[in-house]
């Protein structure tokens, strides 16, 4: 079956960037998501790629993926206290609410 | 606009007994589903449903029952809680086409059987 795997902690300085990785194993994977839950909260959509892109930018967030290698990863410029959060990757194969989450990563950003 | 809407936030069951999780979103997305979130396991999928009176299995459904009788409401019911069972719940619901994998999620229940 599909597998989406994270490393489960990262800690940064405030005002650095942080880069969280995310690798998959489904090949026919046709989105791939960030979210973040922040504590006692659900899960809000941070950012999307489609399959066919190789890099989105929204503002402070950056979104490469490698599908050869099947590597997603997320880059928070001057990361924020703010920013201290569980952020999940996912993948969607097509069809319909087909979408396989990562365990996620908590970032702990240091003032 | 409220988007997801899960109740109860926080729920003590003793096991063996019953409830329902209730969850209803106003944003008229056709397709919604339940997950379970334990620590070091992510999300997974326990039931889902594509419209009203249409419901499938996810990866874990034992346990647990559904029903989609409106487009807003999709609870779910644990007919004899377990222990195993102890869990958040996330409710999340998404349009369609092109919005149909882009999931807004409530912001959960916390569930504990004792």
């Known amino acids: 079956g599909e597998d989406v795997e994270q490393s489960l902690f990262l800690s940064v300085r405030e005002g650095d960037s942080s880069v969280i990785n995310c690798t998959y194993t489904d090949s026919s994977s046709t989105y791939l998501y960030w979210y973040k839950q922040e504590p006692g909260a659900g899960l809000q959509l941070l950012t999307y790629i489609f399959s066919n892109m190789d890099m989105k930018q929204d503002q402070r967030l950056t979104v490469l993926l490698n599908k050869k290698d099947k590597h997603l990863s997320l880059r928070i410029a001057d990361t924020q206290t703010g920013d201290s959060a569980i952020y999940f990757c996912?993948?969607?194969?097509?069809?319909?609410?087909?979408?396989?989450f990562g365990t996620g990563t908590k970032l702990q950003v240091i003032p | 606009n409220a988007g997801v809407t899960q109740t109860p936030k926080f729920q003590v069951l003793k096991t063996g007994q019953s409830m329902t999780l209730q969850c209803a979103q106003d944003?008229?997305?056709?397709?919604m589903s339940w997950y379970r979130q334990d620590p070091g396991m992510g999300l997974r999928l326990i039931h889902y449903s594509v419209g009203a009176g249409i419901t499938d299995q996810g990866e874990v459904p034992n346990g647990y029952n559904v029903s989609r009788s409106t487009t807003e409401d999709f609870p779910l019911r644990l007919l004899s809680a377990a222990p195993s069972q102890t869990s958040v719940y996330f409710c999340a619901s998404s349009g369609q086409g092109v919005a149909k994998n882009i999931q807004y999620f409530g912001a959960g229940t916390r569930l504990s059987v004792l």
């Open positions: 996912a993948e969607g194969s097509g069809g319909y609410q087909k979408v396989t």
């Open positions: 944003m008229n997305h056709e397709y």
